[in-house]
């Protein structure tokens, strides 16, 4: 959960400059547009496949690697056809905040 709310405050602090940011897990350009920028599909744990199936999340290794942050993530796999994909590997965040220039405290949400 560290990493996560890592990421989240990144996100919110760098938000005035630009809309991509640098984060311990790379370089995440996301969408803006209305006032707002978003940023989706961020990678928070390595993919529950395999050996990792039913552990603990493990975290994202620290990289300089370069995302376009502008699609979701897939969902967990559910019973009932959703809009998005479908996939264990479904381990995504999503942030989205106001992009108010001069600001210190703006709101953010993460889902």
Request: net charge neutral; charged share 20%.
């Amino acid at each position: 959960m560290i990493i996560l709310y890592t990421i989240i405050l990144l996100i919110s602090a760098a938000l005035p400059l630009s809309a991509a940011v640098r984060c311990r897990t790379g370089v995440y350009s996301g969408l803006a547009e209305d006032g707002a920028v978003s940023f989706r599909g961020i990678r928070y744990a390595l993919p529950p496949l395999g050996e990792r199936r039913f552990a603990p999340p493990e975290p994202v290794p620290a990289s300089n690697a370069s995302f376009e942050a502008v699609r979701f993530g897939d969902a967990s796999p559910q019973p009932a056809p959703t809009p998005n994909r479908q996939s264990e590997d479904c381990l995504w965040l999503n942030v989205c905040a106001d992009m108010c220039p001069g600001r210190k405290d703006r709101p953010v949400m993460a889902f």
